[in-house]
């Protein structure tokens, strides 16, 4: 059986690790979509998205990548898949996935959703977060793969926040560096 984990994944965190390595124990085989939303601009290209993917789940042979930017239902259809897959944080993640699943079903009533919860120690995780954090020079290697929070730092021109004190901390009376909007890092 083929399931289908679509998201934009900018950036991947570790709940999306989580969800598709459980997910690959479940299926024959799991295809990470990566997909545009159109309601967001991105901070990574889908090629670095992608590429990020490839490195944090490479060790798990049954895991495709790929991207698509069209319906899932119909990428889900041209792949054969049975199952979309989904993970879940909050009570609103369920209201949303919910409203998304009843209307796949319209599409595609041969296609099932499946909800698997986050584990707790990532109920709280979305790579917005993650961004905003980083934005502001907040620590985010315990919430994405290090090569992926290397990655983040690079984008916002931030030195990692373990390994040397901001500006604003050497000489607090010193103005902040203008912080780059997402779209520079492409």
């Known amino acids: 059986m083929i399931a289908i984990y679509p998201g934009s ?40 998205r992608i590429d990020q993917i490839e490195r944090s789940i490479g060790h798990l042979s049954n895991v495709d990548i790929d991207h698509y930017d069209g319906l899932t239902i119909t990428y889900a259809r041209q792949r ?14 369920f209201e949303k996935e919910l409203q998304m699943a009843h209307t796949n079903k319209t599409l595609a009533d041969d296609i099932e959703t499946l909800f698997l919860s986050t584990s707790t120690e990532y ?8 961004k905003e954090i980083a934005r502001f020079g907040g620590p985010i290697d315990h919430l994405v793969p290090h090569h992926v929070a290397r990655e983040i730092y690079q984008c916002y021109a931030q030195t990692p926040p373990a390994s040397m004190p901001s500006p604003a901390m050497v000489n607090p009376a010193a103005p902040s560096p203008s912080v780059p909007k997402p779209m520079d890092c492409l």
Do not use: C, W, Y
């Not at 390595?21 to 090629?47: D, Q, W």
């Not at 199952?83 to 009570?91: E, I, Y």
């Open 9 to 48: 994944f900018d950036p991947i965190t570790l709940g999306h690790v989580d969800i598709i390595t459980r997910g690959s124990r479940l299926f024959e085989r799991v295809i990470v979509l990566v997909s545009s939303n159109p309601n967001k601009v991105p901070m990574f290209s889908t090629a670095e």
């Open 80 to 93: 054969q898949a049975q199952v979309l897959l989904r993970g879940l944080r909050v009570l609103s993640d």
């Open 123 to 130: 109920g709280f995780l979305s790579s917005s977060l993650v």
